[in-house]
Protein backbone atom coordinates (compact mmCIF):
# COMPACT_ATOMS: atom_id res chain seq x y z
CA UNK A 1 0.00 0.00 0.00
CA UNK A 2 2.14 2.60 0.59
CA UNK A 3 4.77 1.74 -2.54
CA UNK A 4 1.36 2.54 -4.08
CA UNK A 5 1.26 5.87 -2.43
CA UNK A 6 4.84 6.75 -3.35
CA UNK A 7 4.41 5.36 -6.58
CA UNK A 8 1.43 7.82 -7.35
CA UNK A 9 3.00 10.82 -5.99
CA UNK A 10 6.32 10.39 -8.32
CA UNK A 11 3.84 10.08 -11.05
CA UNK A 12 1.76 12.97 -10.05
CA UNK A 13 4.89 15.23 -9.65
CA UNK A 14 6.03 14.61 -12.34
CA UNK A 15 3.27 15.12 -14.28
CA UNK A 16 2.83 18.53 -12.33
CA UNK A 17 6.76 19.71 -13.36
CA UNK A 18 6.27 18.25 -17.05
CA UNK A 19 3.05 20.58 -17.36
CA UNK A 20 4.63 23.38 -15.92
CA UNK A 21 7.82 23.01 -17.52
CA UNK A 22 10.39 22.60 -14.96
CA UNK A 23 12.99 20.28 -14.81
CA UNK A 24 13.91 17.64 -12.34
CA UNK A 25 16.72 20.01 -11.44
CA UNK A 26 13.94 22.48 -10.07
CA UNK A 27 11.52 20.64 -9.05
CA UNK A 28 14.73 19.76 -6.47
CA UNK A 29 15.21 23.02 -5.68
CA UNK A 30 11.94 24.05 -5.28
CA UNK A 31 11.39 20.54 -2.82
CA UNK A 32 14.44 21.82 -0.95
CA UNK A 33 13.48 25.41 -0.20
CA UNK A 34 9.60 23.85 0.77
CA UNK A 35 11.49 21.62 3.04
CA UNK A 36 14.26 24.09 4.33
CA UNK A 37 10.70 27.21 5.26
CA UNK A 38 8.77 23.75 7.13
CA UNK A 39 11.92 23.28 9.17
CA UNK A 40 12.04 27.28 9.94
CA UNK A 41 8.46 27.20 10.93
CA UNK A 42 8.94 23.65 13.36
CA UNK A 43 11.64 25.63 15.00
CA UNK A 44 10.40 28.55 15.31
CA UNK A 45 7.00 26.58 16.71
CA UNK A 46 9.14 24.70 19.30
CA UNK A 47 11.54 27.71 20.33
CA UNK A 48 8.56 29.92 21.22
CA UNK A 49 6.80 26.63 23.46
CA UNK A 50 10.20 26.59 24.79
CA UNK A 51 10.25 29.78 25.77
CA UNK A 52 7.23 29.78 27.20
CA UNK A 53 8.24 26.55 29.32
CA UNK A 54 11.27 28.43 30.49
CA UNK A 55 8.78 32.07 31.33
CA UNK A 56 6.93 30.29 33.46
CA UNK A 57 9.23 27.85 35.12
CA UNK A 58 10.99 31.68 36.05
CA UNK A 59 7.40 33.08 37.08
CA UNK A 60 7.02 29.86 39.57
CA UNK A 61 10.97 30.55 41.32
CA UNK A 62 9.99 34.07 41.78
CA UNK A 63 6.76 33.33 43.83
CA UNK A 64 8.44 30.90 45.32
CA UNK A 65 7.02 27.95 44.47
CA UNK A 66 9.44 25.20 43.31
CA UNK A 67 8.18 22.31 40.61
CA UNK A 68 9.98 19.75 43.12
CA UNK A 69 7.80 20.53 45.97
CA UNK A 70 4.04 20.33 45.40
CA UNK A 71 1.73 21.93 47.93
CA UNK A 72 -0.49 18.92 50.05
CA UNK A 73 -4.21 19.69 49.01
CA UNK A 74 -6.46 17.44 51.07
CA UNK A 75 -8.38 15.33 48.77
CA UNK A 76 -11.88 14.96 50.98
Not at 17 to 42: D, K, N, P, R
Request: aromatic share 8%.
Amino acid sequence: MHDKAASAAAYASSAVATLFGLSLSQVVALGGLLIAAATFVMNWYYKQKHLDLAREQASKQRNGVNQDEQPNHPTD
